[in-house]
């Protein structure tokens, strides 16, 4: 058997951050369900046994989700070998882990691109059978966890513990303990000695309840690597063994049948607390996979057919009627109505959907009828893509997990070399009789067990990506989470970022003629363009009423405005070269634009028979929680910095309105990398927040990259970090959830590393001649199971994390605008 600790089989990406799969061309990740992992050690097995297959790049087992990301080269290896792999060390494997509803377990995933990550939907479910090899402990009905979901599992624990725990009260009270301490002075049934009636009640615990730790330790073994499995197998076997044959053979003064039963039982209970807990930071993932229905109406030949959704093809029709769900995501041929997005992508108002528009998978249709062309099925559909992200999350190591696997296997060692070094020096040196040393060697076995280590950092890093989905912050690796804690500096692109990219009307300036009367002739122009300003002033008379009239003879002139004839009038929008070109005077309105135009807002003049009537002013609008955003920012001692190809002056007075620490303006696309690198070299942690193809490469430049979720491919590829909520506000959050885990993280690493340090010497009986302070095995596993328990519980209450709520939306004011792009 090696001794060395497993390989540390993790992916590493290019650049900067975090982990996912290489990039290397034509690998790809895939995310496996292993089920029956029972112990949190117990994904050294899963990832020894892997990791040595021919192929294997990288792989992450998680204990908390009973999956496993693997990233392997598939003209070398394939899921279904990896499945077999698994299966072959005992447990249970349906191939990638997916939403059975949604397409098939056994799929392929695509092979990456070069430089990316290679995520094609791989996505957690639990449930899923397979036929498999089977552990011969398994064929005999003992220690079979592997084919059930992990509720099942709890369910199961809980039985062997009440088993253990029933059968462990008569075992102590005709224990010497319960003769001596107790005083129960009953007489063992049938005759039988108390040593012959303890065996005989240990029977069922030892070979069913108990069953588990040396179908595990089997499995160690024979994966060639150690774990708490083996720890509590050594000290249960062998305890029940030498007494045993002190009972059979009456040599020896006392046997130890009720600490080995206690032991089990105390074991069992935190264990069955810990996976309760466990399932409770895996509650997320399984929100995620409920979103999706599991079957799909299509139309076929004219007829509506319900299928399951895992058969609908791309360029299947879809009918979706009023309160279904849309089963994949698709374009609308027919039908008008509103859809709720709020599962996906966290909008809080339903969307219009018309002819064209594209619709997501999972979300619900409220009022009319719709026809849906599918474009994306299985695991490309966006919730899987979600699911996937989120598992990837989960299942990565943090730096510190690294460092706590490594010293969780070589703690196995010290437990097992400890525990025959306190025998012999016990035994041996000191002379004390074979049946103390041997309890006090059970007893450092047993306390020593790394399963509080193996949880510490995986379920709160499973609690983190958990509460970040659910606010929509897709964290996609370990990495992410943890550099986001660190962050002291955020940099945030002005445009679609701090604001909506959108025009909206803040001034219309008038000159002998009705608001309402030059918003409905203008309107009337623009009504037959299609130039975001001219949407932004169609827009503005509709939400202040103005009358809706016809024009004829629309004529656009590009770069300059259009003209047309409205109800008798002809009517020229546009600036001021158009007007030059029409000969038409501006007059006293030239003042007032130039105003408007150094306050940074675009101008619109508008002329009606030749004359300048009025102008309308037009800014690009902040994003509603935009201020709220700097606001929370700034309360976490961050410094924001706004990024801007601007002018000074207009960038400074928008920043001045949102509160913004610093402004870099006037950055050419190309040099917003080079901006984020010099705040590094000046000692900074960054991170960028951006959303165009702009972005990419300063959201690689920085520590962390932020990608707003209606942003480009391009930069949600590259980022480390997605906001589905297109929300400034989700960035303070994703900062608050970074810095909870890695609390978290740090105190689940301290309590387990700092009870080890503290219990082991005690266990020894190192104080035991000074102060007579001693522990028995059953007190050490309550105590082992106890600092499991209350590693798992601390990570969830990572859930009460305060986080800014969205303040409520407010009509954009006039000095909340900034500038729009002017028409040239």
Known sequence: MSTDPHPDHTAHTAGNHGEGAPSMDGFVTAVVEVGGLQFASEKSVVESVLGRLAGVAAVDANPVAQTATVTYDPRTTNVAELA????????HCAGRSVPGHLCVPTDEPA????????HEGHEGHEGHEAVGVRSPHEVMGHGGHSTMSMDDMVADMRRRFIVAAVLSIPILLWSRIGREVIGFDADAPLGLSDEWFQLLLSLPVVFWAAWIFFDGAIRALRARTLDMMVLVAVAVGAGWVYSTAVTITEQGDEVFFEAVTVLSAFVLLGHWFEMRARGGANEAIRTLLDLAPPMAVVVRDGEPVEIPTAEVLVGDLLLVRPGAKVAVDGNVEEGESELDESMVTGESLPVHKGPGDQVIGATLNTTGTLRVRATKVGSDTALAQIVQLVQEAQNSKAPGQRLADRAAFWLVFVALLGGTGTYLVWNVLAGRPADEAILFAITVVVITCPDALGLATPTAIMVGTGLGAQRGVLF????????????????????????KGEPEVTDVITDGIDEAELLALTAAVERESEHPLAVAIVAAADQRGARRLRADGFDSVPGHGASASVDGHRVVVGNRRLFERENIDVGALAERRQQLAEGGRTAVLVAVDGRAVGLVAMADAPRETAAAAVAELRALGVEVVMLTG????TAARIAGLLGVDTVIAEVLPGDKASKVGELQAAGRKVAMVGDGVNDAPALAQA????????GTDVAIETADLVLMRSDPLDVPVALQIGRGTLRKMRQNLGWAVGYNAVALPIAAGVFEPAFGLVLRPEIAALSMSGSSFIVAVNAVMLKRLPLPAAPPPAASTRADLEPAPAPT
Do not use: F, S
């Open 84 to 91: 077999a792999r698994v299966e072959e060390c005992g447990y």
């Open 703 to 710: 520590d962390i990259g932020i990608a707003i979720g209606a």
């Open 646 to 649: 601007d002018n000074e002056a």
């Open 111 to 118: 092979p990456a691109a070069a430089g990316h990550e290679g």
């Open 476 to 499: 996609k690796n370990a990495m992410a989470l943890e550099t986001a804690a660190r962050i002291d500096t955020v940099v945030m692109d002005k445009t679609g970022t701090l604001t």
